[in-house]
T-cell receptor, first 114, second 110 residues
Framework: DTEVTQTPKHLVMGMTNKKSLKCEQH?????MYWYKQKAKKPPELMFV???????INESVPSRFSPECPNSSLLNLHLHALQPEDSALYLC?????????????FGPGTRLTVL | GNSVTQMEGPVTLSEEAFLTINCTYT??????LFWYVQYPGEGLQLLLK?????DKGSNKGFEATYRKETTSFHLEKGSVQVSDSAVYFC?????????FGTGSSLTVIP
């Protein structure tokens, strides 16, 4: 299995809702990443998990809360989002955070906040 | 600091034309370099990579050579197809961080 899966594919939520994005990989990778991508822009790094521990938080607002329950799963919990948070959220994994290793991306969750 | 610069503006080519997308970088240390492709409505797919100077990455007819002397990693393909229409991102990885260029949109017309 050489892919990263993400669910749901699309999500529409109101500003008072609580929802979660899920990401899964079965490649034995020990680094997992959340990115946010706006239209016609490159991905922006949000969080990095290394060996299930949060190693980088790129000053992301607390309404985004990551969780890594085990080495295969990565969640992103959403609460009280704003319309400007609407974007494509991409999950990625890598063998580890070494600079030699490429990242493998999932297809993304298209989030719309009303 | 670390950064990636890609050529500005969308690129439109006719089928079977030669493609070059320029990418230059600045980095402290010894980066690895990557090209990713993103088709409409999808995530990023790794196209090719190079981990040290003079390495050539290649895949699906695309090539890029890691040039340390010019700090470049230009993407080339000898004959593009309509199916190559996508956004291409150059990226570097150094000190356990990934840095993406702004992306280059390619449209290939029949």
């Amino acid at each position: 299995d050489t892919e990263v899966t993400q669910t749901p594919k699309h999500l529409v939520m109101g500003m008072t809702n609580k929802k979660s994005l899920k990401c899964e990989q079965h490649m034995g990778h020990r680094a997992m990443y959340w990115y946010k991508q706006k239209a016609k822009k490159p991905p922006e790094l949000m969080f990095v998990y290394s060996y299930e521990k949060l190693s980088i938080n790129e000053s992301v607002p607390s309404r985004f809360s990551p969780e890594c329950p085990n080495s295969s799963l990565l969640n992103l919990h959403l609460h009280a989002l704003q319309p400007e948070d609407s974007a494509l959220y991409l999950c990625a994994s890598g063998r580890d955070t070494s600079s030699y290793n490429e990242q493998f991306f999932g297809p993304g969750t298209r989030l719309t906040v009303l | 600091g670390n950064s990636v610069t890609q050529m500005e503006g969308p690129v439109t080519l006719s089928e079977e034309a030669f493609l070059t997308i320029n990418c230059t970088y600045t980095a402290t240390g010894y980066p690895s370099l990557f090209w990713y492709v993103q088709y409409p409505g999808e995530g990023l797919q790794l196209l090719l990579k190079a981990t040290k100077a003079d390495d050539k990455g290649s895949n699906k007819g695309f090539e890029a050579t890691y040039r340390k002397e010019t700090t470049s990693f230009h993407l080339e393909k000898g004959s593009v197809q309509v199916s190559d229409s996508a956004v291409y991102f150059c990226a570097l990885s150094v000190s356990n961080q990934f840095y993406f260029g702004t992306g280059s949109s390619l449209t290939v017309i029949p």
